[in-house]
């Protein structure tokens, strides 16, 4: 049974926990965070261990998880220091390119970059991951085998990264069912009956095109009835700027992202 470390006990952490746990995952699990509180909350929670040092949770470790704050890798990697035994290493820290990751650090962790979705706690999480040409296909595939046990894997170039970071985000799936559901109350609906209604639109068509083999297209097509009800809402909403607004929003990520790389 490999150990696994999570330096950082945030938000993203509890969501892997949770997936993990739920899959009965064999990894035993170990969270730092210099919160005290955290690690009491995380331990009650799903059960893992808990290390408030730093250094003694790194000679534990098989394979290192970096979920901190993108502005705080800096700081963390430079408290790891020069481990001297070889040692995977993973962060999931957006925008912070490999090549930061592995200038501070000592050459004996081999890294990956992964980007998990905080729905990766209900077990049906999307999970990217990118690696350098060096790492050997064995590492590979212990870096994807982890974040599978909570969700689909992606592997993708890391120039594709950030653009896929700012996409998949479930905030895109939050925020379009409370602007509809609020939209639906000014119709005249009750907030549950409005939420229903909302998430059924969004959630059920979405699990219906990746259960079908119909192209996008062709089931946006049979679903907008031209000159009925479906035609005149999206003719309005894209009038009144929906695809633009979507574009300027990934946009503002993409630059958010590059920010935090320094590039």
């Not at 990118?130 to 994807?144: E, G, I």
């Amino acid at each position: 049974m490999s150990t696994v470390v999570f330096l950082g006990g945030g938000r993203i952490t509890s969501a892997m926990l949770a997936g993990l746990c739920l899959r009965k995952t064999k990894h035993h699990l170990v969270v730092h965070d210099r919160n005290s509180a955290k690690l009491r909350d995380l331990k009650k929670r799903y059960a893992v261990a808990v290390v408030p040092d730093l250094q003694n949770a790194l000679k534990q470790a098989d394979m290192l998880i970096v979920a901190v704050r993108p502005s705080s890798v800096g700081d963390l990697l430079r408290a790891i220091g020069k481990v001297n035994r070889r040692m995977l290493a993973v962060s999931v820290a957006a925008g912070v390119p490999l090549r930061v990751l592995g200038k501070v650090t000592s050459p004996s962790l081999r890294w990956a970059r992964a980007m998990p979705s905080p729905v990766c706690r209900s077990g049906r999480g999307l999970t990217a991951v990118t690696f350098p040409r060096n790492l050997s296909r064995a590492d590979r595939k212990r870096f994807h085998d982890f974040f599978a046990d909570f969700g689909q894997v992606v592997e993708m170039p890391e120039s594709k990264f950030d653009a896929f970071t700012v996409t998949f985000s479930c905030t895109h799936g939050y925020h379009a069912l409370a602007t509809l559901a609020r939209a639906a109350q000014a119709a005249g609906l009750d907030r549950q009956t409005a939420l229903l209604a909302s998430a059924h639109a969004l959630a059920d068509g979405i699990i219906a095109w990746r259960e079908a083999t119909t192209p996008l297209e062709s089931l946006l097509a049979e679903a907008v009835t031209p000159s009925g009800i479906a035609a005149a809402t999206l003719t309005a909403m894209d009038a009144a700027g929906y695809g633009r607004a979507v574009r300027q929003g990934v946009a503002a990520g993409l630059r958010r992202a590059r920010r935090n790389a320094g590039r």
